[in-house]
């Protein structure tokens, strides 16, 4: 099976998706995602063609298919917010721009979190602002991603989300984003991940899985907390998230980690070597390394 797999990767103003790609390709990646600035913030920069050109000749020669290259919009953003919702939606009309202009077709967004109003108002809040922002000819797909169900966050069951999608117009621009963290935390137990796909083809549909987020999780099963751990360390474990990885339905879906850094020792709280290498390396090779953690220390 073609596995397609990368990890998040820092997008810089001054190399732009110029060191996407780099970084991606340094953990022997075929697919990434980046915000198109910082996460916790919506300060963004214009597009330098000449980067991204640079960028997709690098892609080339190293195939990566653009398919495979997603953008994150930053978890700021809250459609459900009634107080904010005006500058939610035009920052996202502007951050599916961005988007085409890189040539990226997937944004992943986090639905929204219910925070003044009740859920089903809120499902309808994200609707309006969906079909606002998706009312263009441009080939960017939203995909709203699983939530685990911390707070009053909308998205954490697959009827909520199938709720969001029955509302939107453009059917072709809507998709969904695995999390398997997430879905972990939601109550979902990815062990029985053929029912878990089973029952959102028959809610949503399974063509609409796009993205997959492969995390492991710190806390257990239906707990809502949304801490991710690296692979195999968490309460989900290496070998289900490897039929997950594996799993022909999702063959052609790129499969994105979102785990920690890991810190200079067990007491540091800093976190500082990425983990994508060697995560990657071990899902390659199908066997869990519980070395991992100190392999990655010793080879920063
Ligand atoms: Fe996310
Ligand atoms: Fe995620
Ligand atoms: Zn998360």
Do not use: W
Not at 78 to 104: M, P, Q, W, Y
Not at 111 to 126: D, F, R, T, Y
Not at 165 to 172: G, P
Request: with cysteine; glycine share 6%.
């Amino acid at each position: 099976m073609n596995l397609i797999i990368g990890s998040h990767v820092s997008y810089k103003n001054s190399t732009q998706l110029l060191g996407s790609v780099e970084q991606a390709i340094s953990y022997n990646s075929n697919a990434f995602m980046f915000y198109t600035g910082a996460p916790q913030n919506t300060n963004r920069s214009s597009i330098d063609d000449n980067l991204t050109s640079e960028a997709y000749k690098l892609m080339r020669e190293n195939n990566i298919n653009l398919e495979n290259v997603i953008v994150h919009a930053p978890y700021i953003v809250n459609l459900a917010n009634t107080s904010n919702f005006d500058f939610s939606v035009s920052f996202l009309i502007e951050e599916v721009k961005r988007c085409h202009k890189l040539g990226v077709k997937y944004l992943v967004l986090h639905p929204g979190s219910a925070v003044n109003s009740p859920k089903k108002e809120a499902i309808n809040l994200i609707a309006k602002g969906l079909n606002l922002i998706l009312n263009n000819n441009y080939d960017v797909t939203i995909l709203l991603e699983t939530m685990a169900g911390k707070g009053r966050e909308v998205g954490s069951s697959f009827e909520e989300l199938r709720d969001i999608i029955s509302l939107v117009k453009n059917k072709d621009k809507i998709g969904v984003c695995l999390d398997t963290c997430h879905l972990n935390d939601a109550g979902y137990s990815i062990e029985k991940i053929d029912d878990i796909l089973n029952e959102f083809d028959e809610m949503i549909g399974i063509d609409k899985i796009k993205c997959v987020h492969v995390n492991d999780s710190k806390n257990d099963l239906g707990s809502h907390k949304d801490r991710h751990e690296n692979i195999g360390f968490g309460t989900i474990g290496f070998s289900n998230l490897l039929r997950v990885i594996y799993h022909q339905k999702l063959e052609k879906v790129p499969k994105i980690l979102e785990t920690p850094y890991v810190t200079k020792d067990d007491n540091s709280k800093e976190r500082l070597y990425p983990p994508y290498k060697h995560e990657i390396e071990m899902i390659r090779n199908k066997e869990f390394n519980e070395k991992l953690i100190s392999n990655i220390r010793e080879s920063n």
